[in-house]
């Protein structure tokens, strides 16, 4: 372990950042070639919206807030799962032996992150076109999902680490990632309102602000946890 | 310590006081609570109790990281499961009060939400834990999971109930722990006699399980060294 040979760069040197965007470079062009989460993802997510399309029509707006939150809650498990499930047991080890683990995990988050931002961004768009439009203030939920994938990412990124590690599929990270992420959906659903309803509500910027704190909290424990899931 | 008797004996005298002077000392008369005020030393001391058991559990996860030795796994896991039954035991008192007060056992209440998803967060963890048969990795990923749950848990029991609307005490102007919602009567039965004495007994439950847990790799050792031996004996 404390060869120079196995032990990746000290993290916090100029190269870490550069192994950061290189394992970010190595998803993207891996999903870019292969074209298999986006598209599958996608192919879900409007098939999905579809058969709610065709079993409700256009709903009331607390329904299609709800609706929306927990498309957002399945689309994040079916794209964030991939990202540690797909990474065969050679290949891990083989990131060992040339990065750190804190950039590896750091590059899968912000990998995640982007996706379900686009994810969050191109489901809003189908939900708008296919079950309406009930919101005063559509703009503002824009952000509210880009923040709210993020969120969800986040988390979710840290339970596949999880998952892959105990050699387990995608159920055993919805049966942990579920009680976890309630907090968050909840915050989620309650900051949404300010796209639903014209008057504004109390509390939101304090709202917001657990919010972001969750999400900073995410990103330091699994900075700080994930090295022990990766020695082996 | 662990063996001693000494505060066995004084969670045993603990909680008879607790039992005798909570059910017949004497309460301030509030609006709507009436007698039901004495669950304080029932319902809010075992979730005190709920929450120490959690953090010692996350502590040996901790050590457990720092120093590989499987003995503080089998302590994790059992001060989880202390934890779990204290926390069911703390929302069905909860719930048998809301029943008189509120009107139903279950409201949908913010602080019922949040006592729900931390037993399913703790839940999940055992299941996780049966997912993996080699033991290293049951007891590592089981650790990092736990430090991961429980610094998501805080937000959820300790902010989040407080951002929403609240029929519970100690939200929304209701009664709770408050300077002048609890007398002094009520205090010298609360803090020395019903929580130390709901937390001892948890203690006492999980460290006698914990014994238990390690009975089996006890008797792997049947001919020890002095030095196992010692070691064992400590433990």
């Not at chain 1, 080890?93 to 191109?122: E, Q």
């Not at chain 1, 005063?136 to 680490?161: D, E, Y």
């Not at chain 2, 006081?17 to 319902?43: C, D, M, Q, S, W």
């Not at chain 2, 089998?74 to 809301?98: C, D, M, N, P, R």
Request: aromatic share 12%.
């Amino acid at each position: 372990m404390n060869s120079p040979y196995i032990c990746g760069p000290k993290p916090g040197s100029i190269s870490s950042a550069k192994h950061i965007l290189t394992l970010f470079r190595k998803d993207l062009l891996l999903e870019i070639r292969q074209q298999y989460t986006f598209y599958g993802v996608l192919l879900y997510v409007a098939s999905t919206i579809f058969v709610l399309y065709l079993s409700m029509g256009e709903p009331e707006s607390t329904v299609w807030k709800g609706l929306f939150w927990m498309m957002q809650l399945f689309i994040c498990i079916n794209a964030v799962a991939k990202s540690f499930l797909q990474e065969g047991k050679g290949r891990l080890l083989y990131f060992y032996t040339i990065a750190g683990p804190k950039d590896f995990i750091l590059s899968k988050l912000l990998f995640n992150a982007l996706l379900m931002i686009l994810m969050s961004l191109v489901s809003l768009g189908l939900f708008v076109l296919m079950l309406g439009d009930p919101m005063p203030n559509p703009l503002s939920f824009v952000a509210i999902s880009c923040l709210g994938g993020i969120s969800l990412s986040l988390v979710f990124t840290f339970l596949a680490a999880i998952a892959a590690r105990a050699q387990q599929n995608a159920a055993l990270m919805a049966i942990l990632g579920f009680p976890l992420i309630i907090p968050q959906l909840l915050l989620l659903s309650r900051i949404s309102n300010i796209a639903f309803e014209d008057v504004i509500q109390g509390g939101l910027a304090t709202m917001s602000a657990v919010l972001l704190g969750l999400d900073l909290m995410i990103i330091a424990l699994s900075l700080i946890l994930f090295p022990f899931l990766w020695k082996d | 310590m662990i063996r001693q008797k000494w505060w066995k004996i004084l969670c045993g005298v603990l909680l008879v006081y607790t039992f005798i002077a909570g059910f017949l000392g004497g309460v301030p008369a509030k609006p709507i609570l009436n007698e039901t005020i004495r669950n304080l030393y029932f319902h809010v001391a075992m979730w005190f109790a709920m929450m120490v058991l959690f953090i010692v559990s996350v502590i040996y996860s901790i050590r457990y990281l720092r120093t590989n030795n499987h003995k503080y796994d089998i302590y994790a896991l059992e001060y989880t499961k202390g934890g779990i039954v204290f926390g069911l035991l703390g929302f069905t008192t909860g719930s048998i009060w809301a029943r008189w007060t509120w009107g139903a056992f279950w409201s949908s209440d913010p602080k019922q939400l949040g006592a729900v998803i931390a037993l399913l967060i703790y839940l999940a963890y055992l299941v996780l834990r049966n997912s993996m048969t080699d033991m290293d990795k049951r007891a590592r990923i089981g650790a990092v999971y736990n430090i991961f749950a429980f610094a998501m848990l805080m937000p959820t029991i300790w902010i989040i109930p407080r951002l929403m609307e609240s029929l519970h005490p100690g939200g929304m102007g209701n009664p709770a722990l408050d300077t002048h919602d609890i007398d002094a009567r009520m205090r010298v039965v609360f803090w020395p006699g019903a929580v130390p004495g709901w937390t001892l007994l948890g203690v006492w439950i999980t460290t006698l399980r914990i014994r238990l847990a390690l009975l089996p790799e006890r008797r792997e050792s049947l001919h020890p060294t002095p030095n196992q031996a010692r070691k064992l004996r400590n433990a």
